[in-house]
């Protein structure tokens, strides 16, 4: 009985972790697609590494180097840098604030200039980020607050604003 429940155990971990890990692998997809599809830099970042930030521990970062090994924005060639607090941003296109440094959002919102702050946890829209990642149904869906883009000198596509959840 003791060896059947501990597989079960076993199972339900290796269950939620492969689920855990797709789900990181869907938003590194989606980030790219974002980034590459639906989002207008200034010019003056248009040229150099075009730079994916991550705020904190988060295996999105094996996602997001495995897409900048293969991948490019533009003529731009991706670079993947991860900081472990806000006082650690440097510029960046993409800042990725992973849910356990949500706290310090505020922060890192006023270390940025021209970039795309995407989260992953509740309320992330409204907190500052202009992408959020929600899951809606057991679907992985994404929340835009488009004025937080154009804050920070961004534009959003109109494609992407008709996929997303908006919020004001």
């Given at each position: 009985m003791l060896k059947k429940t501990l597989i079960s155990i076993a199972i339900l971990i290796f269950a939620s972790l492969n689920t855990f890990a797709q789900k990181e692998k869907m938003q590194s997809v989606l980030v790219y697609n974002f980034v590459a599809k639906?989002?207008?830099?200034?010019?003056?970042?248009?040229s150099g590494d075009f730079v994916i930030g991550v705020l904190g521990n988060s295996s999105i970062i094996?996602?997001?180097?495995?897409?900048?090994?293969?991948?490019?924005v533009g003529s731009q060639k991706m670079v993947v840098?991860?900081?472990?607090?806000a006082g650690e941003i440097t510029t960046c296109h993409v800042l990725f604030?992973?849910?356990?440094?949500?706290?310090?959002?505020?922060?890192?919102?006023?270390?940025?200039?021209?970039?795309?702050?995407?989260?992953?946890?509740?309320g992330g829209a409204k907190k500052g980020a202009a992408i959020n990642f929600v899951i809606v149904?057991?679907?992985?869906?994404?929340e835009l607050k488009t004025s937080n883009a154009t804050k920070k000198g961004l534009k959003v596509s109109p494609e992407l604003e008709n996929i997303a959840i908006l919020v004001n």
């Amino acid at each position: 009985m003791l060896k059947k429940t501990l597989i079960s155990i076993a199972i339900l971990i290796f269950a939620s972790l492969n689920t855990f890990a797709q789900k990181e692998k869907m938003q590194s997809v989606l980030v790219y697609n974002f980034v590459a599809k639906f989002v207008e830099w200034p010019a003056s970042y248009k040229s150099g590494d075009f730079v994916i930030g991550v705020l904190g521990n988060s295996s999105i970062i094996e996602e997001f180097n495995t897409i900048a090994a293969a991948k490019t924005v533009g003529s731009q060639k991706m670079v993947v840098k991860k900081f472990n607090s806000a006082g650690e941003i440097t510029t960046c296109h993409v800042l990725f604030v992973t849910d356990s440094k949500m706290g310090e959002l505020e922060a890192s919102l006023g270390k940025v200039g021209n970039t795309l702050v995407i989260t992953d946890s509740d309320g992330g829209a409204k907190k500052g980020a202009a992408i959020n990642f929600v899951i809606v149904d057991n679907k992985q869906k994404f929340e835009l607050k488009t004025s937080n883009a154009t804050k920070k000198g961004l534009k959003v596509s109109p494609e992407l604003e008709n996929i997303a959840i908006l919020v004001n």
